[in-house]
């Protein structure tokens, strides 16, 4: 039997794993497929977080993204738009920025390009001063942990 997804809930109403789920039937993959795609031992894994039983961990969401051929921000619910428009507007402005100042100097990887770039948009959403002085202070102290070592 096709697997279907409800649709009378809005993509609004949509959960992370509502997303993946529609996003993967709508490109025609199978739970396996999607589980050897991402390297998961089974189609389990992809059931149980499609369900909400299992999270998703926030190190797998780029390369779900990928598998899908979606951005992380459609996953995440940050943007309804369910296709990938990582190649045109402003996140074709946001890639060119990113590899201007990253990628020339040999030093940035795809996943930190990547990264950047759900940085980078999800900061577009932030609407008050206080939420920034939250996230800046978020990626301090990540530096600092980083620079620790931990």
Known sequence: MPET?????????????????????Q?????????????????????RIEQGVQSLPQSRIIDMARALETSPDYLLGWNDDMVSTT?????NRTTNQITNNYGNCGTATDNTIDSLRVIFNATD?????????????????????LDKGV
Request: positive net charge; hydrophobic residues 40%; charged residues 30%.
């Open 5 to 25: 997804v409800n649709i009378t809930k809005g993509v609004a109403d949509m959960n992370i794993g509502d997303r993946i789920k529609s996003r993967r039937i």
């Open 27 to 47: 490109i025609g993959f199978s739970q396996t497929e999607l589980a050897d795609k991402l390297g998961f031992k089974s189609k389990a894994s992809i059931s």
């Open 87 to 91: 190649t045109t507007g402003d996140n």
């Open 125 to 145: 959403s932030l609407l008050t001063a206080t939420d920034i002085d939250l996230a800046v202070s978020y990626l301090i102290r990540r530096k600092d942990l």
